[in-house]
């Protein structure tokens, strides 16, 4: 018998027979995990299980490859918090999704896995949500080995107006070396340089540039998948709220 623990945030739930549930969470050690826990459905367990809540997993299986099954304990809920605030639910969801949708199965991943707790823990301040959120795309390209460059132009070395991001390479280019190219090029706001705060829409023009490379990029080595339309519903969230 193989077993493990860990703390965990659950991405995502499906029915697995007439009273269980097969779970998907994300821990730092085991990243994204799936296995069944049996009584799933029942009105004490159920409630434990809502996308985005921190549990105390025990995983146990006869071999390692086996699906395995779950014992959960809640650690932290965020179901109230995110069921009272619009963009909290948006962000919940397209954090789950994209998760589920991109982590490699059973790949720890500790430090993405610290920022989606911080993240997560945000949720419900509208204030400096948005902004969290779009330095964690940032991370989360990152890790997957799809992180941009803005560090200076990718075709003339300098740093100076550097507003453009090639779409192939994911380098910032100068508004000179865009030249008759730049109506191709993706927008660079300041806020996707890391300098400073933004206004929503700003964020939403960086989130545009980081979904490119989310979907073109790191979504499409894996296959013919779609974006998580969770994801869509956020921006949208975002850019109501102004």
């Given amino acids: 018998m193989i077993e493990w623990r860990d703390d965990a945030a659950l991405l995502a739930t499906r029915p697995f027979g007439e009273t269980s549930v097969i779970i998907e969470v994300f821990s730092a050690t085991h990243g994204r995990h799936a296995g069944v826990v049996r009584g799933g459905t029942s009105r004490k367990v159920a409630p434990v299980l809502q996308p ?5 997993v025990t995983w146990k299986a006869r071999l390692e490859s086996h699906l395995g099954s779950f014992a959960v304990e809640p650690v932290r809920s965020r179901a109230a918090v995110a069921m009272g605030d619009r963009l909290a639910l948006a962000g919940l969801n397209a954090v789950c999704a994209l998760l589920a949708h991109v982590l490699p199965e059973r790949e720890g991943h500790p430090a993405l ?10 949720l419900g301040q509208s204030d400096v949500w948005p902004l969290a959120y779009l330095r964690w795309e940032q991370a989360l390209l990152d890790e997957m080995g799809f992180g941009l460059d803005l560090s200076a132009c990718a075709v003339r070395g300098v740093n100076e107006e550097l507003i453009y991001v090639s779409p192939r390479s994911g380098r910032a280019v100068s508004r000179q070396a865009a ?9 660079l706001p300041p806020v996707l340089a890391g300098k400073g705060d933004a206004e929503n829409s700003e964020i ?5 540039t980081t979904g490119h490379f989310i979907e073109n990029r790191l979504i499409h080595s894996l296959g013919d998948r779609p974006m998580p339309p969770a994801r869509a519903r956020l ?8």
Wanted: aromatic fraction near 6%; proline fraction near 3%.
């Fill in 179 to 187: 030249g008759e190219w730049a109506n191709r090029m993706l927008p």
């Fill in 204 to 208: 939403v023009t960086a989130l545009g």
């Fill in 113 to 122: 896995y610290d920022r989606t707790i911080a993240l997560l823990d945000l």
């Fill in 235 to 242: 921006i949208e969230t975002i850019a109501r709220a102004g």
């Fill in 52 to 56: 985005g809540a921190q549990l105390s």
